[in-house]
Structure formats: structure tokens, C-alpha cells
């Protein structure tokens, strides 16, 4: 008999919706039958400090990165904005699937925008990312910390314990709660988080079999754009300590990525940005075209005086 496909998986809610969606799939395109392996993970034990403060979002994939070495699963499904830069030697993203909508959300019990907001308001998020982006746009906000996942932090809204806060879009939709939403931050404005809205699957590097089946999902588009996203962060050193923000979006052949940088020390000093695009498709390796044009962005960052904001460390 053969034995099933084990997918290790956080276990929230959000989670296990995303590995049953590559379940669904797996089972669909090759026939496979498949399991989840849900698991606790240190990030989602630890809620009462920022993730920039104990180990970064590294700490959503470290467990199911030891089931995989342990060969107690096979895959593992990521949201891939919590997918470090850099993987461990022996591990490799075998998959990224087509981007849901990759903006930020703004949800509110009582105000349908950010800027209707009263001054003073109290947001909640803990993102530094979305912190020095919100700072930009209403200086005046008092921006609060938010852990948890989604579940957990529309609780802490409801229980009045911001006027708003703020989640990526694709997680709310996912879960059929695009009600909450009440508005969508233009990203222009919000930029999002490299990868953000788009899922990834991790496997050993010497699993070369599924690495094969599984890159058929891959969509390429995404993965092109993310590819340049996440190369921004890899060229600064990214972090969820750094509040970084790179979007990559395409009209036909291409790529144009927008990335703005803030100070983790100093929230409402000014965002270094820039925006540069490039037509991946035309070279011989697209995915290597695509970094280049990420490792471009960050290299006009840093002529922006990136290293100034990149030395200093987070309050």
C-alpha cells in the first residue's frame, strides 16, 4: 500500500486551510493522497513579544523544517512573507502558487478608512513594515502591538481594545472574512511585504521526485515577482527587525518592483523609496533576471543612505 504524502503545517486556522488547499491540489494533478501533520511552532507559542525581539519569523518554520529533516513529513506549507530569505542548507522552495490579493486590509468596528480615523486612534499591528508605512500616512496615530493569529487578533478588536487594526488581505479572504474588510490600503501607499499573499512549499533539497511534481504548481508570474521581492530583503539583510517593504507587479512583460525602507529605531523618520522594473522574461533565466532586478532596488536604497537605517536597531 502506498504510504501518504505527509504535509507538516502550523495549526491555526489560517494555516490548515492553506495546507488543505495544497492538499486538494496534490490529489487533483498527481493522485496523491495525503495527510497534514499539524503542528505548535515557537512563533506561535510566544505572543507577548514582537517577533523582531525573539528570533523573526524564522520561528513559524523552524519545527516544520525538523519534521522534514526528521522524514516525518514530506512538505511543508508557508504563508511565504514568513519564509526567511535565506533557507537552511538541505531545504529548498520547490513551489510558489499563484498570489491572492497581496494588500494589507484595514478592518475597523467603527471606522470605514484610515483616514477617517480620529487623531490619536489606536492601531494595532506588529509589523514594523506596516508601522512606519501607517506613521507616513497619519503621523498622529498611536500604534499598539497586536500578536496572535487572525482569529485572535479580530477578538482583540472586537473587544475594543483598538479603533483599528491591520491584517494582510489574503488571510481574511482565505477564511471567507473579506467582510471584515473595510477598506484596502492602496500599495502605493501600504506597500506589501515581500511575498506577502502568495503560499510557498518547502521540501529537502534531495526529495527530487516531489521537488519535480510539485514545481508544475509553481505560477510563474509569482514566483518571478516574488523572487525579485524577496532578493530586495536578501541584498539588505532582511528581517521582520527591518521594516522593508517590496511589491513587485507586472503589465505584460514587465516587472516593476516598488520597495520602501523606514528606520526600526525611528518610525516616523522619512521612507527611503524606489521603484525599477525590468523584463525578466526576455532573459535566458527569468528567476536569475528577477533577483537582479530586486538586488537593483535594494542597491538604490542603499544609495539613499540605507545603511544609516539599516545600523540602527529596532526600540
Known amino acids: 500500500m502506498t504510504q501518504p504524502t505527509l504535509i507538516a503545517t502550523r495549526e491555526s486556522r489560517l494555516a490548515l486551510w492553506q495546507a488543505e488547499h495544497v492538499r486538494a491540489l496534490l490529489g487533483q494533478r498527481f493522485g496523491l493522497a495525503v495527510e497534514l501533520l499539524g503542528m505548535t511552532t515557537r512563533g506561535d507559542q510566544i505572543l507577548d513579544r514582537s517577533l523582531s525581539k525573539v528570533g523573526g519569523k524564522g520561528l513559524f518554520v523552524k519545527e516544520l523544517e525538523v519534521a522534514l529533516e526528521e522524514g516525518r513529513a514530506h512538505l511543508a506549507v508557508h504563508s ?72 485572535t487578533r479580530l477578538r482583540k478588536l472586537d473587544e475594543g481594545g483598538y479603533d483599528a487594526i491591520v491584517l494582510a488581505a489574503a488571510g481574511l479572504k482565505r477564511l471567507g472574512l473579506g467582510e471584515r474588510i473595510r477598506a484596502t490600503f492602496d500599495p502605493a501607499d501600504m506597500i506589501p511585504a515581500a511575498g506577502q499573499g502568495a503560499l510557498g512549499i518547502e521540501v529537502r533539497a534531495d526529495a527530487t521526485t516531489l521537488r ?59 521612507l527611503l523609496r524606489t521603484r525599477i522594473s525590468a523584463t525578466p522574461l526576455a532573459a535566458a533565466d ?28 529596532a526600540a
Not at 250 to 263: E, V
Not at 287 to 308: C, D, P, V, W, Y
Request: charged share 20%; hydrophobic share 45%.
Open 80 to 151: 511565504l512573507k514568513d519564509v526567511p530569505m535565506e533557507l537552511p542548507d538541505g531545504f529548498v522552495l520547490a513551489a510558489v502558487l499563484e498570489r491572492e490579493d497581496p494588500r494589507d486590509a484595514f478592518v475597523s468596528s467603527r471606522y470605514a478608512s484610515v483616514a477617517e480615523l480620529p487623531p490619536g486612534a489606536v492601531v494595532g499591528t506588529s509589523s514594523l513594515r506596516r508601522v512606519v508605512q501607517l506613521l507616513t500616512l497619519r503621523p498622529d496615530l498611536r500604534i499598539e502591538p497586536l500578536r496572535g493569529n487572525l482569529d
Open 286 to 313: 527569468a528567476t536569475a533576471a528577477a533577483a537582479a532586478l530586486g538586488e537593483a532596488a535594494a542597491a538604490r536604497l542603499r544609495a539613499q543612505g540605507a545603511e544609516a537605517y539599516l545600523a540602527a536597531p
Open 212 to 270: 519535480a511534481q510539485l514545481g508544475e504548481l509553481t505560477h510563474q508570474p509569482t514566483w518571478l515577482a516574488a523572487h525579485a521581492e524577496r532578493a530586495v530583503s536578501r541584498a539588505l539583510g532582511g528581517s521582520c527587525s527591518m521594516p522593508l517593504a517590496a511589491h513587485a507587479t507586472w503589465q505584460g512583460d514587465t516587472l516593476t518592483i516598488n520597495a520602501a525602507l523606514g528606520s526600526a529605531s525611528e518610525p516616523t523618520r522619512p
